[in-house]
């Protein structure tokens, strides 16, 4: 039907739609925050410790929810439901008296999503959840308008984000004077890494093999290092980041060490070096000065094998599957998601594989290779896993080094359950090469 509002060409179906998505759009925080409120009161550990499907009413019972507000957690758990958070089922409570009436009583249960965010659970991602949605990372958004019509400037050792224009320092800065901040932060890196580290090493452990030091830098807490230091006993590794980050680290085993120092400056040599979340915190420039510190540090190690590489950790954006031809829209969401965190609180970006392939080039490597693994598509509301590899490899060297690129997605849970299913039917890896 046509409008008479003078609108051109637009129906008033269409019209509706608009309006439709723009409501889904502006309301997207309520299901963060209905997220954040479920985590801070503990409702999948109390879901878990019941031992079975639990009614509305022992739900309530067992949080510590004021008498007053304990009818609005059906609503909280109603929105959840419908985001599958939690499972609801509806179980008829018949009497015993044929007389009493039967009851429908609501029964919530968890699904593999609300797996991940039990505390004591193996890949508890609780702390990601408190980090992200935290208002010193989301109060700068609200600055985003204002931050892009300031003067930006050429220097970029004056360069102010949101984040700075919010906080007074740069993110790196705050982590380290504000304790609260700064520990959220790393139990938030702990928690992926404490996830990666499993599925790197049982999935990538190739990556690893012949080396016989690594350092992992801007390694943080040292979580990603234990779980290959304990995969690889041969392999001698170092935790390299801030010295207030490392300060009072101890190796917990006789292959893992901690050093504290500056990327920009220099690394401790190694035959692989690691950066997991790294190199998307800093803009290009800044990228390339640390790879260049990288390739330093692995041609003045020592390895009779000539085995040495960079291994990357991070987002390829717009990753398409070569074999199904498409990009997956929510994929690709989630990936831009991360590339506006970036904007909002570093100096950084998240790439395309064009884009890492620029500054590869740019810090004297010629040859990468990228397995794409973590990602998701849906597919039969299925969340599978894709896997491809770029490694990069530098000819003139002499030696094999490798900068191996994992695509690094979220929604963990759902790749973990269907991670080998994928893996012994699709898996099929390509490769990209720039010589
Ligand atoms: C996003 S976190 C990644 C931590 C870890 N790689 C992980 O994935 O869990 C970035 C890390 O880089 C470290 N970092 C920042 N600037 C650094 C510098 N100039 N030299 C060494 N490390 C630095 C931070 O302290 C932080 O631990
Ligand atoms: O460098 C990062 C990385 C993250 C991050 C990594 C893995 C996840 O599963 C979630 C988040 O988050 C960051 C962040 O929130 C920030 O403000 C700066 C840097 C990073």
Redesign the pocket.
Known sequence: MGLSNGEVGATSHELLGAQAQIWNHMFQFINSMALKCAVQLGIPDVIHNHGQPISLSELIAALNVHPSRAHFVSRLMRILVHSDFFAQHHHVHRGCDDMEEEEAVVLYSLTPTSRLLLKDGPSNTTPLILMILDPVLTTPFHLMGAWLQMNGGDDPATICTPFKMENGMPF?DL??QEPRFGNL??EA??A??KL?GREVVEECGGVFEGLKSLV??????G??AKAIANAFPSINCIV???PH?VANLLGSTHNLGFVG?????EIPPANAI?????LH?WSDEESVKILKKCREAILLSKNDEGNKKIII?DIVVGHVDKKEKMVDKKSIETQLMFDMLMMSTVTGKERSESEWKKIFLAAGFTHYNITHTFGFSEEENVILKKCREVIFLSKNEGGNKKIIIIDVVVLWGMLITRRRWWMRNQLTPSSGSIC
């Open positions: 790196w982590a380290a932060f790393d890196m702990e992926d890494s990666l992992d830098v801007g390694g943080g807490t979580t990603m390299f980041d801030q980050v120092g500056d990327m920009f400056v690691l950066l997991k979340w790294i915190d950790i």
